[in-house]
């Protein structure tokens, strides 16, 4: 137990939500701060990424840009990768957000000068978006042991929701006060504050709560100098499972989302048929308000709760079944108000507790593995589980006729399938844990029986 007479007022306040021991507040303070500004800067510009490729373009260029997103990363993997073992661990982080903010500034200089390259910076932003919060992670995880990690990560992980909403509620704002590529600039500037604050918070940690875990060796063949990430992922079960976990949950997410668009059409023309645009206009920004609203109080009341409390192999759970049993409610009472209220708890929790329990989970796994396999993991197989959702509304909407209750059935299947990898994934970290938190012992830290439960 910490002992609170030597706790600073920041330390007793984290403790309201997790367990804190002198001398973290700092470091917590700080990761937190970093997640929020990298969310933040992503933020300012993801509406300019929506703008410039609808009055530049088409929508019909805009899911081209997915399909050239999905080729191009698999052509950055490889070229990550060789960073990742070049490059030292603290420097990583740095290097690529260094360049992502070198890039807007490339974008606001020539956007002054009239050139247009929607397209082009459609396809950067979706690729950044991917690749931001992935760097951030995967720093967080080389930088803390694994018993430090669990416990601390539903905190730190406040700043990726917190930063999140004030990113999109200045980017309204800034839009009209300094256009499109003012926010440009103005994102740029907030990379760098996120890169000097990986410094800072890498001078925080105690030598007791770091990482120690070291790298396998001999992992440096041809197969991964060529696919990067992938073939990292593919020699380890358990980063098999994270893999299709992240596929898995963004099928689902992405077919939801085909659903409620379907349906969301039907009642606009019915409720509003004069100005149907107007409604679902409307419609979106309240739901996605909603959705970061509810995630953001999920991340900071219960996350580091729930992960204490139930272990983070249970926690894992916990996502997965609250969407296996939505859509059970969606099939049994198929409402658009109840597809509303399901999906609305889905993405909340995806942005929340999955996230978070998905980042601790690569806590006792070596370097090459929390930089190059979650990278692969949170880009690559993120989207290709984009692309089996729009294979799957392609060769659906071809094969029945009432796609919609069709849908709903394949998600329920997905989410059945989710819960069975989650539960798969959680029985290995377990047998994993053991030798990880033993070195987490030897470098000085004892974990109390609490602590050792919560990442169980």
Known sequence: MPDHDHLTPVERFLGLFTRVM????????????????????????????????????????????????AVLLILILPIYGQLVRRVATNRVFQVVMGFFALNLIAFHV???LGVRFSFAFFVWASIFAVMAVTQFWAFATDLLDVGTGTRLFGVIAVGVSGGAWAGASLASVGFAAIGPYGLMLAAAGVLVLSIILCEVARRTVHSDRRQRIEATPGSDGMAQRWLGGI?????????????????????????????????????ARER????????????MGRYCSTITLIGFLIQLLLVSRIINAAG???????????????????????????????????????YSLLNTTRSALLLPTTREEKYQAKTAIDTLFYRLGDLLASLGVFIG?????????????????????????????????????????SRSASGGLRLDGRQAAAVQ
């Open 110 to 112: 020539i956007g002054s």
């Open 22 to 69: 002198p001398g973290e507040g700092r470091c917590v303070a700080i990761l937190t701060m970093q997640a929020f500004t990298l969310m933040l800067a992503y933020y300012l510009i993801r509406p300019v990424r929506e703008a410039l490729i609808l009055t530049e373009g088409t929508a019909e260029l805009r899911s081209y840009a997915v399909g050239v997103q």
């Open 397 to 437: 909407l071809r094969l029945v006729d009432d796609a919609r209750v069709q849908f709903v059935w394949l998600a329920i299947v997905l989410a059945a399938t989710m819960t069975v990898v989650a539960w798969l994934i959680g029985r290995e970290y377990r047998r994993r844990f053991a030798p990880a938190a």
């Open 272 to 283: 509003s048929p004069g100005d149907p645009a107007a409604y679902i206009g409307a419609f």
């Open 231 to 267: 073939a990292v992922v593919g020699r380890s079960r358990y980063l098999i499972g994270i893999a299709a976990l992240v596929v898995l949950v963004n099928w689902i997410t992405s077919t939801g989302d085909y659903v409620m668009t379907n349906w969301l059409a039907d009642v």
């Open 312 to 350: 983070l192999a249970r926690a894992l759970l916990v996502t997965p079944i609250a969407i296996l049993a939505g859509f059970c409610l969606i099939g049994l009472v198929p409402a658009f108000a109840v597809l509303q209220s399901v999906l609305v708890v889905q993405r909340s929790l995806d």
